[in-house]
């Protein structure tokens, strides 16, 4: 990776794995884009829809783009109110950045979700390969883009690579309409007003990763033996595994007054009751050395520690 483009830069994922790919391969070598204005932190960034396929095929190729972070989506409970929206920006958005990245012969990074399971799916240790037929119009775009992906690497040599990261949990950049915000709005609530109510019920369980795992596990795979990838584009991957009652609980370690009451919200929890409890991650580790850092007690610790000197 020598001269990096990220689309979705300014998001919960974006604004921190772009920080890092600069403090890695040089400010001037990080090009961040957005539909939203630019990060605070210094470097080139440009206003870009990532259904342009003309300017962003020009960004591409003036700036002599060699690896593409494809961030840019509408997350599941946003894309359940917009679902046409969605699948336009989810899949067209993809199918430009895989076209650009086909005729600039750059590499690609796309990140899939646990949405891209369903019902059917076996929902603990959910295997690498297994069945998946989801029914949110987000994890339809993830598991067609998955699909899209593998097609571009056999068809056309294209360098994708791809994760399934569970619900990512970051001080930085709050989440952008995910079904498991709770995890990290339940921290500004516990510091602020020492009570939180939460929109998914107290026994909902389902995979997590502290943001510093997810972006080194985007940049450990993009930068892994592509000979030892046989799953390419698809990675399961966790950290941690927990519900809204044990993450409370973890909390009250630190602040004993602090108290959850549960109000659902019924379109997030029908949601979240068709995703995966726990993701079997023994491909990751096997094919490219993936292990976590950050597991629930190290995680809150470091949370609290973080946003109580924003
Ligand atoms: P986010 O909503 O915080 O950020 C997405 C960014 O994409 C936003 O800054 C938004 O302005 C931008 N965007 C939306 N439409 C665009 C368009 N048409 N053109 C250009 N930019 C556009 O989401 P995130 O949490 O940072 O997620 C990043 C990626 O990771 C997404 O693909 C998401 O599906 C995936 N993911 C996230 C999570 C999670 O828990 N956050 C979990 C699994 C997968």
Redesign the pocket.
Known sequence: MKKILV?????????ELTITLRNRYGAENVLA????PALSEPGPFYC?????MSTLNQVVESNNIDTIF???????A?AEQKPQQAW???MN?LINVLEISRMHHCALF??????AFGTETPSMDTPQDTIQRPTTI?GIT?VSGELLCDYYHRHFGVDARG????????SK??????T??YAVDIFYAAIKSQHYECFLRADTQLDM?YMPD?IDAAITLMTADSTQLKHRNAFNVTAMSFTPQQLAAEIQEHIPEFTITYRVDPLRQAIADSWPRHMNDSAAKAEWGWRAQFGLQAMVKNMLEKIALN
Do not use: C, E, W
């Open positions: 689309t979705g830069a300014t998001g919960q994922l974006g604004s884009t957005d539909k939203k870009l829809d990532v259904r342009d494809h961030l840019a989506a509408l997350l599941s946003v336009d920006i989810n958005g796309f990140p899939s979700s646990i949405a987000y993830k994760l399934r990261y569970p619900g990512l949990i970051s950049t709050k989440p952008g309409g995910g498991t915000d990763m997810a």
